[in-house]
């Protein structure tokens, strides 16, 4: 399914924030460096899962992608556009492939919209700007939501009703739906099964799953939960306070974990076997993440790392290839 | 008073707790029963609305009345039984032989008040201390739960604090009146991984050095595995499947526990293909026939299923499950 071709290029992305302060006259402050600098590629048909903990910018780093922020500097190539100069019209074709999935299923649909109104919202934008295949009329769209809603494995009977009527993983069903509206080439989904129950999540993991295989989609997935990281993703890089730590094949990455906080982060994540959770030994990291608005020398990860050297203090790791696959930053395999 | 001889520090019996609402009852929770021993920890799993924190609101007698009711059911801590008790010598259990921390460290802790007002009142309540003793005492209990320059800390806010911060303070106060027993409501569903394996860690020790019993309830089955001697598996409001941890992921019974082991993703395992999922929603408690709640999302349903509840069968070394499949035909009732 995948080849070698990127679909998603990302060259030293980096998304800051301002601190304002000051109440008619606003002064900058600081600076939040929510993403500072990450390169990677996103294939087509494979699926590039992005984990860390939260404020490590994995969030931010698709909305950027996406362009809901305007990045502070870098470039995003995404099937050969360049988003981030893109005119409004070159960004409104570039989004009919690129759509998002939300962690969070109330807050992402409108409660006064009915189903219908939302999965074919998306649809109407398009059509009304002359942007959709001339057959896109009005019974076409109609038809297009029901089959939508069929596949996501939502009954056709409840286009009417409003989100509201259905729990937690319907909804993210129906996002699902609104995400593939535009037969998209590659979904955003970020954090999609984390405010699920363990059951639900489970169904919309292999919904999305089947999804991929169907129609050939690329993933871009963020989520903090190692396993469903691992389980979805066929490279997953891991990220740290707005850099990316570690670039692997998602196979790999339990067995051979290089950087010493994805150790850490892998060895923390509870696994659900009482013989093997027993065995284990856990690094457990001290402290907190530090905060994000200052500008950093050294390996962004200093302050907590156990192997940490005099070089790495003040000089930034650059990303190391260990072999075709695997990436790291860590100045330990200089 | 009466206190009879008791054999488990807190013994919960058939407790029901029914919620009142305009769409009905929700019977939250109908009819568990389990048994806590000095020291053990015990896990709560289950998904959400499955009536695991209402248990344990039941126990503190927290629950908000109305719409809430305790409506049948005893729980003895000690022999002594709560249920029965009035709220003056409640509240002499309450917060210090038994103790809770809740899920989200910001709601629980009072913005507005400093950690040393809040830790002070706690102990001053519950012991015979001067205010210099009890904030001595408090800086110390911060020291124990690993929280730096814990005599400057704690004139702080809770707002200054980060979240795995929060949840050190809340251990701290919990256990500041030495609990016998720690009730851990969602204790680490808030924060992050690594700050999450630091917070398990901590309660493990802590509750190991001052021989706590502790109840905790999660939706994380690797957290259980990790840390509880036996655990419990909930679901519409009834105890499913009760028992020791390492038997309970080795032999699940129920289907119910068997579909929510397989349906989480291991990373220690390669896996490809689909996942084992349970499929359809979990009921609505209100107005539940007396059925088996799983029988629609079951792979092994029977005809039975549909129309009786299964009692609970012992399969032997404390392992119970409520399964019509561990019940012999002979037994099925006939109509």
């Not at chain 1, 992608?65 to 500097?73: A, E, F, M």
């Not at chain 2, 549909?306 to 012999?328: F, I, M, R």
Request: proline share 6%; hydrophobic share 35%; aromatic share 8%.
């Amino acid at each position: 399914m995948t080849n070698d071709k990127p679909l998603l290029e990302v060259v030293d992305l980096k998304q800051h924030f301002p601190i304002e302060a000051g109440f008619i006259i606003k002064r900058q402050i600081g600076t939040v460096r929510a993403v500072d600098g990450i390169s990677f590629e996103v294939r087509e048909g494979e699926t590039l899962g992005i984990v860390g903990e939260s404020g490590c910018g994995k969030s931010t780093t698709v909305r950027s992608i996406s362009q809901l922020y305007k990045p502070t500097s870098g470039s995003v190539t995404f099937d050969g556009i360049d988003m981030i100069n893109a005119s409004k019209d070159q960004l409104l074709d570039a989004r009919k492939n690129m759509q998002m999935i939300f962690q969070d299923p109330y807050a992402s649909l409108n409660p006064r919209m009915t189903v219908r109104t939302i999965i074919s919202e998306p649809l109407e934008i398009y059509r009304k700007r002359g942007m959709l295949d001339e057959s896109f009329t009005k019974e076409a769209i109609e038809e297009r939501v029901e089959d939508l809603m069929e596949r996501v494995g939502l009954s056709r009977f409840f286009k009417n009703r409003y989100p509201h009527e259905f729990s937690g993983g319907q909804r993210q069903r129906i996002g699902i739906a609104r995400a593939l509206a535009l037969n998209p080439k590659m979904i955003l989904a970020d954090e999609p099964v984390s405010a699920l129950d363990v059951s639900i999540q489970s169904q919309i993991l292999n919904l999305l799953h089947d999804l991929q295989d169907e129609y050939g989609l690329t993933y871009m997935f963020i989520a903090h939960d190692l396993a469903v990281i691992e389980y979805i993703s066929t490279r997953i890089a891991v990220m740290y306070l707005g850099k990316i730590m570690e670039i692997s094949r998602s196979r790999d990455l339990y067995k051979n974990p290089l950087h010493p906080y994805t150790q850490a982060l892998l060895s923390a994540a509870p696994i659900p076997d009482p013989v093997v959770e027993k065995k284990r030994q856990r690094i457990i990291l001290s402290g907190d993440v530090p905060s994000p608005d200052v500008e950093r020398e050294g390996c962004y990860f200093y302050d907590r790392c156990k192997y940490r050297m005099e070089k790495c203090k003040s000089n930034i790791p650059p990303m190391k290839e260990m072999d075709k696959e695997h990436e790291v930053a860590c100045w330990l395999y200089e | 008073m009466k206190t009879k001889q008791y054999k488990s520090l807190l013994e919960v019996k058939d407790l029901q707790t029914y919620f009142k609402t305009d769409a009905g009852i929700v019977k939250a929770v109908d009819g568990i029963s389990f048994d806590l021993n000095e020291g053990e920890t015990l896990g709560i799993v289950g998904e959400s609305g499955c009536g695991k924190s209402v248990t344990n609101l039941s126990i503190m007698r927290l629950i908000q009345s109305p719409p809430g009711k305790i409506v049948g059911g005893e729980i003895f801590f000690e022999g002594l039984d709560i249920l029965k008790l009035p709220e003056n010598e409640l509240r002499k259990i309450r917060g210090n032989e038994i103790s809770m921390i809740f899920q989200d460290p910001m709601t629980s802790l009072n913005p507005f008040l400093k950690i040393s007002t809040q830790m002070v009142e706690t102990i001053r309540l519950h012991q015979k201390m001067s205010h210099k003793e009890a904030l001595a005492k408090s800086i110390q209990m911060l020291q124990l739960v690993g929280i730096p320059v814990a005599e400057e800390k704690i004139y702080y806010y809770p707002h200054q604090f980060s979240g795995g911060m929060r949840q050190r303070v809340m251990i701290a106060m919990a256990l500041s009146c030495e609990a016998k027993i720690l009730i851990a409501d969602e204790p680490t569903t808030a924060l992050d991984v690594t700050i999450q394996a630091q917070i398990l860690d901590l309660i493990v020790e802590l509750t190991k050095k001052m021989n706590t019993a502790v109840i905790l309830i999660t939706h994380d089955l690797g957290v259980v595995a990790g840390m509880c001697d036996n655990v419990c598996v909930m679901y519409a409001g009834k105890i499913v499947e009760k028992a020791k941890t390492m038997e309970l992921y080795k032999n699940p019974a129920h289907p119910y526990t068997e579909g929510l082991i397989k349906s989480v993703p291991r990373l220690d395992r390669a896996h490809k293909g689909r996942l084992f999922s349970i499929e359809g929603q979990p009921p609505n408690v209100i107005d539940l026939p007396d059925c088996c709640p799983f029988h629609p999302r079951c792979h092994k349903v029977m005809d039975v299923c549909q129309h009786h509840y299964p009692p609970t069968k012992d399969l032997g070394d404390q392992h119970e499950v409520a399964c019509w499949l561990y019940v012999d035909e002979k037994e099925f009732p006939n109509d």
